[in-house]
């Protein structure tokens, strides 16, 4: 009824969309305790669908490539979800030899993570992360991916594997912390120094008319006593 009407369909509550999404049949819920995504200081949770294929159910045997699974992790707070996740596809591109691409799939844009017997696709929502697809996959269906688009539209901008991270509380500096006062040592405030309001004691110099004072005689100028 809200696709009929234009309507978004809503968040769900426990993350995943327990119930059938076309030809995809649900078949499981699980909370997950393991976060893939962290972001420091973000309190998150995550939670977890898997979806067989009707012709799987039918002939009654299920393999790797009739099953796609549904991670969602939902945060406290929107700061840093977008950076934390681009910062992971980099390191799955780098470190783990992952294949990872930007692609538009679903009607989102999101990131291709292939590789390793592995096909997945991932995005950034406001205060989620989306990942679907499993193992023995070599794509992901997109009309479970524009199922989920649907409920968690993607923030993930275009370039954004080859360009700047995005902005994070990690990327901002960071305070110094500065020394406690010490009334005996007073530190300089180079900040509020003013030259002319400092008056450095000038040394007395004789003028050029002066007589100079007579030296001190050493012991080669003194005279033997008789």
């Given at each position: 009824m809200l696709a009929a009407c234009g309507g978004t369909p809503p968040i769900p509550k426990r993350g995943v969309v327990e119930g059938d999404l076309g030809s995809w049949k649900f078949r499981r819920f699980q909370?997950?305790?393991?976060v893939e995504v962290w972001?420091?200081?973000?309190?998150a949770e995550a939670y977890t669908a898997s979806y067989v294929t009707e012709a799987a159910e039918k002939r009654g045997r299920v393999e790797d490539h009739d099953i796609v699974n549904v991670f969602v992790t939902r945060y406290e707070r929107p700061d840093g979800v977008l950076r934390e996740t681009v910062k992971l596809a980099r390191r799955l591109a780098a470190e783990q030899g992952y294949q990872v691409d930007e692609t538009r799939l679903g009607g989102a844009r999101t990131l291709s993570i292939t590789g390793n017997g592995e096909a997945w696709i991932m995005w950034p929502a406001k205060g989620h992360v989306v990942k679907i697809g499993g193992r023995g996959r070599d794509s992901v269906p997109a009309a479970m991916v524009e199922s989920y688009a649907d409920?968690?539209?993607?923030q993930l901008p275009g370039g954004s594997l080859e360009g700047p991270l995005p902005p994070g509380p990690d990327s901002e500096p960071r305070p110094v912390d500065q020394p406690a006062h010490d009334p005996d040592n007073p530190r300089p405030d180079l900040d509020k120094y003013d030259p002319k309001a400092v008056k450095i004691p000038e040394r007395a110099v004789a003028p050029p008319d002066a007589p100079a004072e007579p030296s001190k005689p050493t012991k080669r100028d003194r005279k033997p006593k008789p």
């Amino acid at each position: 009824m809200l696709a009929a009407c234009g309507g978004t369909p809503p968040i769900p509550k426990r993350g995943v969309v327990e119930g059938d999404l076309g030809s995809w049949k649900f078949r499981r819920f699980q909370p997950v305790l393991d976060v893939e995504v962290w972001v420091e200081g973000n309190k998150a949770e995550a939670y977890t669908a898997s979806y067989v294929t009707e012709a799987a159910e039918k002939r009654g045997r299920v393999e790797d490539h009739d099953i796609v699974n549904v991670f969602v992790t939902r945060y406290e707070r929107p700061d840093g979800v977008l950076r934390e996740t681009v910062k992971l596809a980099r390191r799955l591109a780098a470190e783990q030899g992952y294949q990872v691409d930007e692609t538009r799939l679903g009607g989102a844009r999101t990131l291709s993570i292939t590789g390793n017997g592995e096909a997945w696709i991932m995005w950034p929502a406001k205060g989620h992360v989306v990942k679907i697809g499993g193992r023995g996959r070599d794509s992901v269906p997109a009309a479970m991916v524009e199922s989920y688009a649907d409920r968690y539209p993607s923030q993930l901008p275009g370039g954004s594997l080859e360009g700047p991270l995005p902005p994070g509380p990690d990327s901002e500096p960071r305070p110094v912390d500065q020394p406690a006062h010490d009334p005996d040592n007073p530190r300089p405030d180079l900040d509020k120094y003013d030259p002319k309001a400092v008056k450095i004691p000038e040394r007395a110099v004789a003028p050029p008319d002066a007589p100079a004072e007579p030296s001190k005689p050493t012991k080669r100028d003194r005279k033997p006593k008789p």
